[in-house]
């Protein structure tokens, strides 16, 4: 077992990393209120999982209907996506026939292949963006860990800051500060030929 400072581990393909709400006292009781809407949405869409976006985002529009129109709400072929009128605060989750990387994913982390994506979300709160992606990868996930390290310790554009290796999960953690990126990688598997891949990543310029 390998454990160096403060790993940061995404071991559930159904998380989303979702960055704190910026603490700006001259924000609106309106667009406070929007954000709030934003979080409660995310939270409930991973509990309650894909198969249930559609059940829920018709009846949780019917409710905000009533009380807000600062939120637009969308759901067709597995992709459900909320957005802010003022485009200040987004969530978008896609899996079922729109199993794809987020059109804005970064181009700087790169990706083992080939894979399998299951599901990948974004989320963006004011200049502050995150994305969470799940893949199947063929292999044990100890060789496609020592695969990825290896390919990202010839990249002089990512520090690693964390490795954790337990228990046969294996997480890994990278800043890229030209970009103000961190990349938290988890792999585990509970087959001996394939493995369960999750990249989280944030973009947070403010703590450039």
Known sequence: MTDKKQPSTSSDNEQVAVPPPKNNSGNSNGNNGTLKIILIIVGVVIFLGLLAVAVFSWLFKETVDKVTDNVDISQEDGS????SQDGESE???????TKQLPDDFPSQVTLIEPYTIQSSSRT?????????????LEGQPQANFD???ETYSQDDRWEETSQVQSDGIYNVTYTNQAE????????SSDSDDQTDATFSVI????QG
């Open 80 to 83: 459900f996506e909320v957005r």
């Open 147 to 149: 695969s990825f390290v």
């Open 91 to 97: 969530f978008e989750l896609n899996g079922g026939d």
């Open 203 to 206: 973009n947070d310029p403010e």
């Open 180 to 187: 103000d990126l961190v990349l938290s990688v988890n792999f």
């Open 124 to 136: 963006k709160i004011g200049e502050r963006r995150s994305w969470n992606v799940s893949f199947e």
